[in-house]
Every structure is written in structure tokens, then in C-alpha cells.
């Protein structure tokens, strides 16, 4: 059972552009949220989070949304630019395993392209 | 460079053998994430640990696989009698206490033949 889904594998924009990359979830007790940028053969690297009492977290060029009601979240890059060519991993967390844990659920990736 | 470290960053066994995955946390950081990424998957969670415990380990198989995080030294993950479905990447991540931001080294990947 995923609890974290991505569901566009990949995702193709002009340089310039703003790119839009989607995340749903299902486990209500996930209390926080991260986005994390992949290269091939590197460690994800952690871009933006958001707080599940937030709908919104701005930073430069990356902003995080948070639809509760929905599940859904979604990472806003403006403009978008040929380095942020990458795989784009949606993550939640929460302290609902009672052991402090907080390990990090991770959807399958979107690839993102950016073309100059 | 604070960042964490992996070592090796890639290590091929045969099947039956013993591979030893090692990771140092970023400067400041107390608490290891141990994940797995299997080709096409996105990363799932084996093991979370700090100095001298598990504190959450419902991730890990049970049989063969092993983690540890000592008073000094890196943490080390351990798989004993690896099989072909072992290979894969392993990445480390480590954190500050009660933070949710976990920063992760460039992965082990493991190659079984």
C-alpha cells in the first residue's frame, strides 16, 4: 500500500516556466511534509518542507502547498531553469509510531526536464 | 565538507558474502536514518538509530540484516549471506534531535553477483 503517490513519473518544461510537480498521500497522521531533488548517482537533497499547520512555504525560486482536506501537495518552481533537471521525491513524515520515529515515507519520484 | 558521509560508495559481493555499509553524520547531527532504494522505487525507510540505540528498526528485514550506531565511529549497516535482491542503493540520512529535516550522503549502491 503506498501511502505516498506521485503520480506523474515524469514531467517535461521550458526553460522559463513554471513547473508544477504533484504529490497525494493517505495516511491522515503524517504531520510533515518534504520535497527533496535527485541526480543520478548523488543522495536526495533536501529542498523545501512544509508544516501541516501551514498551507504554504516560500523559498526563492521553490514554494510548497498543502491542501489538507485533500491530501495533496505540490511543489511550485518559478522560474523553472535547466539545472533543476532532476528527480523530484515527495516525503511525509510523523511522530505517530509512538517511538519518536521520525522516518520519512517517500513516493516513487517525478522526473522533471527542463528544456532551454 | 559537513556533509554526511558514505563509504564505500559502491561495493560489489557475491552471493553469500558480507557487505558492510558505513555512514558519519553531518557535524551536530545524533540521530541515522538508514534507507534502501531499489531501481524505479523511491526510497523506503530500514532503520532509525542514535548513539548507542535503535529506536526504531520496523523497516529492517529480520533475518540478515543489521545496524548499529556506537559511542564513537560511524554507523554501520550490516547484511550478512547477501542475495541478489540485495542490490540496490543505501542511503544514510542523520538529523538534529526532535527535527524532521533529515540530509542524506550520496549512497552506497551494492551490486550482488
Known amino acids: 500500500d503506498q501511502q505516498v503517490k506521485q503520480n506523474s513519473p515524469s514531467l517535461s518544461v521550458q526553460e522559463g516556466r513554471i513547473s508544477i510537480l504533484n504529490c497525494d498521500y493517505t495516511?491522515?497522521?503524517?504531520?510533515?511534509f518534504l520535497w527533496y531533488k535527485k541526480y543520478p548517482a548523488e543522495g536526495p537533497t533536501f529542498l523545501i518542507s512544509?508544516?501541516?499547520?501551514?498551507d504554504k512555504n516560500e523559498d526563492g525560486r521553490f514554494t510548497v502547498f498543502l491542501n489538507k482536506s485533500a491530501k495533496h501537495l505540490s511543489l511550485h518552481i518559478v522560474p523553472s531553469q535547466p539545472g533543476d533537471s532532476a528527480v523530484y521525491f515527495c516525503a511525509a513524515s510523523g511522530t505517530y509510531s509512538g517511538a519518536g520515529s521520525y522516518q520519512l515515507t517517500f513516493g516513487k519520484g517525478t522526473k522533471l526536464s527542463v528544456i532551454p | 565538507n559537513a556533509g554526511v558521509m558514505q563509504n564505500p560508495r559502491h561495493l560489489v559481493r557475491r552471493r553469500g558474502q558480507e557487505a558492510r555499509l558505513r555512514c558519519s553524520p553531518m557535524?551536530?547531527?545524533?540521530?541515522v536514518y538508514w534507507y534502501r532504494q531499489l531501481p524505479e522505487e523511491g526510497l523506503k525507510f530500514m532503520v532509525y538509530l542514535q548513539k548507542e540505540n535503535i529506536i526504531d528498526e520496523s523497516g529492517m528485514p529480520k533475518e540478515r540484516f543489521s545496524a548499529e550506531f556506537p559511542k564513537e565511529g560511524p554507523s554501520i549497516l550490516r547484511i550478512q549471506q547477501v542475495v541478489r535482491g540485495d542490490s540496490a542503493a543505501y542511503f544514510c540520512?542523520?538529523?538534529?534531535?526532535?527535527?524532521?529535516?533529515?540530509?542524506f550522503g550520496p549512497g552506497t549502491r551494492l551490486t550482488v553477483t
Open positions: 557535524k551536530g547531527h545524533s540521530h
Open positions: 495516511n491522515s497522521m503524517f504531520d510533515y
Open positions: 540520512a542523520s538529523s538534529k534531535p526532535t527535527s524532521y529535516e533529515q540530509y
Open positions: 512544509i508544516s501541516s499547520i501551514k
